[in-house]
């Protein structure tokens, strides 16, 4: 069966850094596009980064510049690289896998951003 699992996430000061990971199994991973979305309390799920099949990305406005999203397909796996973080990216951070059908989605992991 598919499967997502994040890890990486934790407890950081303002303007630290963090890196998640994405293992992902039961896909032909090299074909998807693989995102990052995060959901924060009262607030809807939104993407964060994704990155093509091709190498291509985009990233949300608030973190661009600051988060790198890439991927090693010989390890199956998606990283997304957070940097000089604030404690508005406070949120579950989940990983996501998408070819042609409907997105396949990891159980999230906490990022919190607090003094």
């Known amino acids: 069966q598919v499967q997502l699992v994040e890890s990486g996430g934790g407890l950081v000061q303002p303007g630290g850094s963090l890196r998640l990971s994405c293992a992902a199994s039961?896909?032909?991973?090299?074909?998807?596009?693989m995102g990052w979305y995060r959901q924060a309390p009262g607030n809807e799920r939104e993407l964060v980064a994704h990155?093509?099949?091709?190498?291509?990305?985009n990233y949300a406005d608030s973190v661009k510049g600051r988060f790198t999203i890439s991927r090693d397909n010989a390890k199956n796996t998606v990283y997304l690289q957070m940097n000089s973080l604030k404690p508005a990216d406070t949120a579950v951070y989940y990983c996501?896998?998408?070819?042609?059908?409907?997105?396949?989605w990891g159980q999230g992991t906490q990022v919190t951003v607090s003094s």
């Open positions: 039961g896909i032909r991973f090299s074909i998807n596009t």
């Open positions: 990155i093509t099949a091709g190498g291509s990305t």
């Open positions: 996501s896998a998408r070819s042609f059908a409907s997105p396949y």
